[in-house]
Every structure is written in structure tokens, then in C-alpha cells.
């Protein structure tokens, strides 16, 4: 079977993302591809990580946590989410490491589903963002305090995804940047069912119309509708046309928490990221998605 993991990362519109899979349940399960409610999985999947952390899996535990999943659904592909797979919030960062347990707990679900196809799906977030808004739920008072004197500017998201290639060789990953998704949405919704480029989904535009006005969403509909014959390369380029003249400039802004940080900060931190991006897609076995 093929599992495919959707691990978050937090704040990067992982509930809307589930909440997309499961309006495509009903049209997913025809083609072999499982979307269970998050309520039938997540529970089980932390209380099956607390086990693999003492212990190797039963040789019965694979079918086990299946049967319990799928509760007699047939798939060929299963879709799990959790955003909480490698930790809450408040414990994403740890020596200067972005989700410092997911490479051992990847390895861990690797030899649970050892002859099955383990897929991680994953979104990246600008540290300069990401950060700030972990930092919200943190009980910490600031920023220093939060990153346990790790230095900001070293934070990467490829020190992550390498080290977990290096941890789980044998399952792939795919990802993205959260500042990207509103332009390819509807490839990342394929990739987690396995779809084709430009087969059908509900949804596809979820996240778009929540940044752009009324009025442009209903001009970017009628647009695709009069160009029926648009490339998905091409319709990305239309949606950044539209957004640059109807975007709804309150949804594109946030404000940030990050005492002691400066636009100097900020903007130094942003760079940085730009130019870790290439670094992650350099990485073997990790396919990065891009508009």
C-alpha cells in the first residue's frame, strides 16, 4: 500500500488542506484512494510512535493499525494528516533544529510499514514567519528564551528534510513553501491522492479565494472557463496575475511577534530562506514543489 504522510508543518494551512481531502472522499475512495477522518487516526498514530520508541513493531502490527484506520475500507493509497507528528508548537525547535524527532520518528514508521510505499508530505514556512508564530504558543516570554539561544539566521529547513532522507532513505518526500500555495493548491491536493496533472478535484481554489477579493475570484473563474485548454504552469501565472491586482492586502499581511527583531532581521532571515530552497531541492529523493 501506499501511505502518505501529511506531517504539517504547523501554520501552514493543514487544516485546510484535510478539510479539502475530505470534501474528495467519496470521489477518492472510488479510485482506491483512502481519506479517513483525522479521528480515526490520530490518536492511534501518537500512541503507535510512544510504542516504535521502546520497542520494534509486532509483525502484526502493520495490519493492526490498518484495520483499526480503514475500518474495512479497500485502498490501494491511504492519506493520513498530522500536523502534530513530530511535536507541538512549543517544541518544534530544538538545538537550533527544526523538528528535531522527526528523523527518527519517519525511521520509526518506515520499519511499521517496511513493505509498503511511505510517502511524507511536507510544507516549509519562511523562519522568519514560522518562528513568530510558533513562538505565539510558546510559554516562553521571548524569543531568545524561545529558540534556547539558538542563532535564528542558522535555522534551515534543509538540515531537516537531509537529515531525514539520511534516517528513512527508503521513503520519499515531497514539499513545498507556504508562501507558494495558493498557487499550486491544487498540486499538492493531486500529489497527496496521486493524481494526474489536471485531473479533477474539489476545491482546487480553497485557499485562493480566501486572499482574493469577490470580485476577482469571479473574473479568474470566468477566465479559466473562456481559456478551457490552459496548461497548469499557465493558469499559475494567471492566478498571480489576478492576485496582483485583487488580492485582499489584510489576508496577505500578518503581524508578527518576534521581540527583539528588527525589518533588518526580517528581511536577512527571508534571504536566507530563499536561498536554503535550493538546497532542498538539491536534495536526492525529494521532489519540491514550485509554481
Given at each position: 500500500m501506499q501511505i502518505v504522510l501529511h506531517a504539517g508543518a504547523h501554520f501552514t494551512e493543514e487544516d485546510r488542506l484535510v478539510r479539502c481531502l475530505l470534501r474528495n472522499k467519496e470521489d477518492f475512495s472510488k479510485r482506491g484512494i483512502a481519506v479517513p477522518g483525522p479521528g480515526k487516526y490520530r490518536s492511534l498514530l501518537k500512541?503507535?510512535?510512544?510504542?516504535?520508541?521502546?520497542?520494534?513493531?509486532?509483525?502484526?502490527?502493520?495490519?493492526?493499525?490498518?484495520?483499526?484506520?480503514?475500518?474495512?475500507?479497500?485502498?490501494?493509497?491511504?492519506?493520513?494528516?498530522?500536523?502534530?507528528?513530530?511535536?507541538?508548537p512549543r517544541?518544534?525547535?530544538?538545538?537550533?533544529?527544526?523538528?528535531?524527532?522527526?528523523?527518527?520518528r519517519i525511521a520509526h514508521l518506515s520499519s511499521l510499514f517496511a513493505n509498503d510505499q511511505v510517502q511524507l508530505f511536507l510544507a516549509?514556512?519562511?523562519?522568519?514567519?514560522?518562528?513568530?508564530?510558533?513562538?505565539?504558543?510558546a510559554p516562553q516570554d521571548d524569543m531568545d528564551a524561545f529558540l534556547r539561544g539558538a542563532d535564528p539566521y542558522a535555522i534551515r529547513w534543509s538540515d531537516t528534510l537531509a537529515a531525514i532522507r539520511s534516517a528513512a532513505p527508503d521513503v520519499t518526500i515531497t514539499t513545498w513553501c507556504f508562501e507558494d500555495m495558493p498557487m499550486i493548491w491544487a498540486?499538492?491536493?493531486?500529489?497527496?491522492?496521486?493524481?494526474?496533472?489536471?485531473?479533477?478535484?474539489?476545491?482546487?481554489?480553497?485557499?485562493?479565494?480566501?486572499?482574493?477579493?469577490?470580485?476577482?475570484?469571479?473574473?479568474?473563474?470566468?477566465?479559466?472557463?473562456?481559456?478551457?485548454?490552459?496548461?497548469?504552469?499557465?493558469?499559475?501565472?494567471?492566478?498571480?496575475?489576478f492576485l496582483d491586482k485583487f488580492a485582499i492586502e489584510e489576508e496577505m499581511e500578518e503581524e508578527l511577534n518576534a521581540p527583539g527583531w528588527t525589518e533588518e532581521t526580517i528581511n536577512t532571515m527571508t534571504d536566507l530562506y530563499e536561498e536554503d530552497m535550493a538546497r532542498v531541492a538539491a536534495i536526492p529523493g525529494i521532489t519540491f514543489l514550485a509554481p
Open positions: 500512541q503507535t510512535m510512544a510504542a516504535l520508541q521502546d520497542a520494534p513493531p509486532a509483525p502484526d502490527a502493520r495490519d493492526v493499525l490498518l484495520d483499526l484506520i480503514l475500518d474495512e475500507e479497500n485502498a490501494d493509497r491511504m492519506i493520513l494528516s498530522h500536523m502534530f507528528l513530530f511535536g507541538a517544541a518544534c525547535v530544538r538545538n537550533g533544529f527544526i523538528y528535531e524527532a522527526a528523523p527518527e516549509m514556512r519562511n523562519p522568519a514567519t514560522f518562528l513568530p508564530a510558533l513562538f505565539n504558543q498540486q499538492i491536493i493531486r500529489d497527496l491522492a496521486g493524481l494526474k496533472q489536471g485531473e479533477k478535484i474539489v476545491g482546487g481554489f480553497d485557499l485562493l479565494s480566501e486572499i482574493m477579493s469577490k470580485e476577482g475570484m469571479q473574473r479568474f473563474r470566468s477566465y479559466l472557463k473562456t481559456h478551457p485548454t490552459m496548461t497548469e504552469a499557465q493558469k499559475r501565472r494567471v492566478i498571480i496575475a
